[in-house]
């Protein structure tokens, strides 16, 4: 294992050995589009579905839940395909998925006469999307590491989790704009699709003119003994993230029972300390190692979601929602940046395909569980649930960094 480890570090060949914000800026911007299409319909599907077509909120929920189970059992296949093919043709494989996306969503809204048929192109339309979120984003991730170095990984992961939630921030209200503009509901899901296939065609001939990184020849892994190297950085990922999933899908209804107002400020300050907390300290990894980082940022995270759970006024909310996302920044980045040494460079796509499917799975299995936590305990129960994982995440980082250390001894 630790073979592995030392054959990843010295195996890079950056073509930028002091890469600028800018080279890193030219392979996170396909993140940040894949991103943005996924944001754009993201709160007018739902509404459109159950509203508007007259089909159950369980069905409006499938129409989004469903993208991100393709992303999910997509994102290995991924992998295979940046280490074996190339991160390029990963990527020009998800801005086209991205860009059918958007056309098969035009059509669906063309068919709105026909409810049945239009629904069948919308679950169309978010399958293709969501294999476009994991060759994209995967594809963008694995590129940029690659030309700039492995010692850039860090930087590159971090960045590209500034794209992911910039993006998403961005993508609903536009699309939420769009929506209201045309005072049709054919005509704005339309618009939104359009935009879709537009950015996802500029974003797919950039990506055709920049140079490729060679593929790096070896043995490739299976994805057995690819999951075998990740899954424990995976599990830190995974119990770390649930905090940022209990926080947008109960933060609302958390308010609405205390009677208080403002409850998306709580996502706006997680959101904000979430990207200082990278943009100021996303050295820290390459300075005290990934495991030393996650033990800190797990710490304060479960500070601020004691806080939460103990919140006893809005703006106690408020800046415990700050002290998580602040927390939360650079776990992904710290455990990723550990996950990738476990395997060699010739299979470093793989090992972030899996390791990323964690954060997927972790997404879909925070709602339900959260959820039977509140109908027995009440909504602040659910910052428990999530405080519990993150001191289970913390348990994790502690026993592989004392595992690395002896492994090095």
């Known amino acids: 294992m630790q073979a592995c480890s030392k ?16 080279h890193i800026i030219g392979f996170v911007f396909f993140t940040f589009i894949v991103y943005l299409s996924i944001g754009l319909p993201l709160a007018v599907l739902p509404p459109y579905v159950h509203l508007r077509m007259g089909y159950s909120a369980a069905l409006a929920g499938l129409v989004i839940s469903i993208q991100y189970i393709a992303t999910l059992f997509s994102r290995p296949w991924a992998g295979h395909i940046s280490d074996r093919v190339g991160a390029k043709v990963s990527v020009l ?34 399958l293709v999307l969501g294999v476009g979120e994991s060759l994209g984003s995967t594809g963008s991730t694995l590129w940029g590491i690659s030309s700039a170095g492995q010692a850039s990984t860090a930087k590159i992961i971090s960045f ?15 699309g939420v704009a769009l929506d209201s503009l045309w005072g049709n509901p054919q005509w704005g899901l339309a618009s939104i699709g359009l ?26 892994l299976s994805f057995r003994h690819v999951l075998g190297r990740v899954a424990p950085h995976g599990m830190g990922l995974a119990l770390g993230g649930v905090s940022y999933s209990v926080l947008a899908t109960f933060v609302t209804l958390f308010y609405l029972s205390r009677h208080w107002t403002g409850a998306a ?58 002290i998580t996302g602040f927390g939360f920044s650079l776990v992904f980045p710290a455990f990723g940046v550990e996950a990738v040494k476990r395997v060699a460079i010739n299979n470093r796509g793989a090992a ?19 959820g039977v936590a509140i109908g027995v305990w009440g909504y602040a129960s659910a910052f428990a649930f999530a405080l519990v994982c993150v001191l289970g995440a913390l348990g994790i980082a502690i026993v592989l960094r004392q595992q690395a250390t002896e492994d090095s001894a």
Not at 11 to 18: D, E, F, G, L
Not at 307 to 320: E, I, Q, T, V
């Open 7 to 22: 054959t990843s570090v010295s195996a890079a060949s950056p073509t930028a050995s002091n890469p600028s914000t800018r």
């Open 93 to 126: 494989w998800g801005m086209g998925a991205c860009s059918s996306s958007g056309a098969l969503l035009m059509v669906a809204a063309a068919l709105h006469a026909f409810p049945w048929l239009s629904f069948a192109f919308l679950i169309l339309s978010r």
């Open 160 to 174: 590209n989790g500034i794209s992911t939630y910039g993006a998403m921030a961005l993508g609903a209200p536009l």
């Open 352 to 370: 972030l395909g899996v390791f990323t499917a964690f954060a997927d799975i972790s997404f879909f299995l925070t709602g339900p569980l959260a």
């Open 265 to 322: 400020l709580c996502l706006t300050s997680f959101g904000l300390a979430f990207i200082a907390a990278r943009l100021l300290f996303i050295q820290t990894i390459s300075r005290f190692g990934g495991f030393p980082v996650a033990m800190a940022c797990l710490s304060v995270e479960s500070v601020g979601l004691l806080l939460l759970w103990l919140a006893s006024s809005p703006w106690m909310a408020f800046a415990a929602a700050a």
């Open 195 to 220: 935009l879709t296939l537009l950015i996802g065609a500029f974003s797919l001939a950039l990506a055709y003119r920049k140079s490729p990184v060679p593929v790096t020849p070896g043995e490739h």
